[in-house]
């Protein structure tokens, strides 16, 4: 009869043997995780997995051994480096730009009309408290910040 050790231990090696399974792209299907392929060769990952476990190696070294023998993209988490920035970047980088443009076009929107108004006021002949008016009417308000402008909605 199997102690209570020895169940922890088979839970534990089995929990990690999962995760590691999770993580890892079968060579055969390539769409799914080992843990989820029934292909041939994801039931002998997966064994080979246990057995590594059991034989001590932590979970990097085994990620490591199974990248040396099938490549990168046996990995669903590729690594950060310099090949694989613009992958991990591109989301920022794109985002980003989004945010640029639309800012952007809100201050052209904002600041257009105010001078297009300006323009129509100073070719009419008007008296200088007239002038005065539509200048501090038509003049745009000082930029807040688009954060505390938020925050007010």
Same mark, same amino acid.
């Given at each position: ?13 089995? %929990?990690? %043997? ?9 060579? &055969?299907?390539?769409?799914? +995780? ?20 059991? +034989?001590?190696? /932590? ?7 199974? &990248?040396?023998?099938?490549?990168? /993209? ?9 090949? /694989?920035?613009?992958?991990?970047? +591109?989301?920022?980088? @794109?985002?980003?730009?989004? @945010? ?10 904002? /600041? ?17 408290? &007239? ?23």
């Amino acid at each position: 009869m199997a102690s209570e050790e020895d169940l922890k231990k088979a839970q534990t090696v089995e %929990a990690r %043997a999962r995760n590691i399974s999770h993580n890892v792209r079968c060579t &055969e299907c390539g769409s799914q +995780s080992i843990e989820d392929s029934q292909a041939d060769v994801a039931i002998l990952l997966r064994k080979l997995i246990r057995d590594d476990i059991r +034989s001590g190696k /932590t979970d990097k070294e085994i990620y490591k051994k199974l &990248e040396d023998e099938f490549g990168e /993209t046996v990995l669903y988490a590729p690594r950060f480096d310099l090949q /694989t920035a613009a992958l991990w970047l +591109s989301p920022v980088i @794109v985002a980003g730009g989004a @945010v640029g443009v639309w800012a952007y076009k809100k201050h052209k929107q904002r /600041t257009n009309v105010h001078i297009m108004a300006l323009n129509l006021v100073r070719g009419v002949p008007l008296t200088p408290i &007239e002038k005065q008016t539509m200048l501090d009417l038509l003049t745009p308000p000082p930029q807040q910040r688009w954060w505390l402008r938020w925050l007010r909605r």
